[in-house]
């Protein structure tokens, strides 16, 4: 079993940062992937970015250049780095474990609230 825990959410304006993070527990391997997704009010869930430590990541084409993941193994810690923040960007933000880049996580955090003001 593999529990997750996000933190770092809040309310920021547009072209502002935040950071991420999410400290996870459990049987994590460096080959299972950590990642993120996020849910906007009324839409579906969807990706922003996956890492695991043997290849590159993967991200959405709506983040790119904006957004870092990263992954500290011997912490079990996974960071998003978000910077230039838009308002579409303004979501819950769900971190995820799964058994690899382009899978489907197989776990999820309870989520960290994301605004982006304009």
């Known amino acids: 079993q593999v529990q997750l825990v996000e933190s770092g959410g809040g309310l920021v304006q547009a072209g502002g940062s935040l950071r991420l993070s999410c400290a996870a527990s459990?049987?994590?391997?460096?080959?299972?992937?950590l990642g993120w997704y996020r849910q906007a009010p009324g839409k579906q869930r969807e990706l922003v970015a996956t890492v695991t430590s043997v290849r590159m990541p993967n991200y959405a084409d709506s983040v790119k250049g904006r957004f870092t993941i990263s992954r500290d193994n011997a912490k079990n810690t996974v960071y998003l780095q978000m910077n230039g923040l838009k308002p579409d960007d303004t979501g819950v933000y769900y971190c995820?474990?799964?058994?690899?880049?382009?899978?489907?996580?197989?776990?999820w955090g309870q989520g960290t609230q994301v605004t982006v003001s304009s």
């Open positions: 995820t474990a799964g058994p690899g880049l382009y899978s489907a996580p197989r776990y």
């Open positions: 459990g049987s994590i391997f460096s080959n299972n992937a």
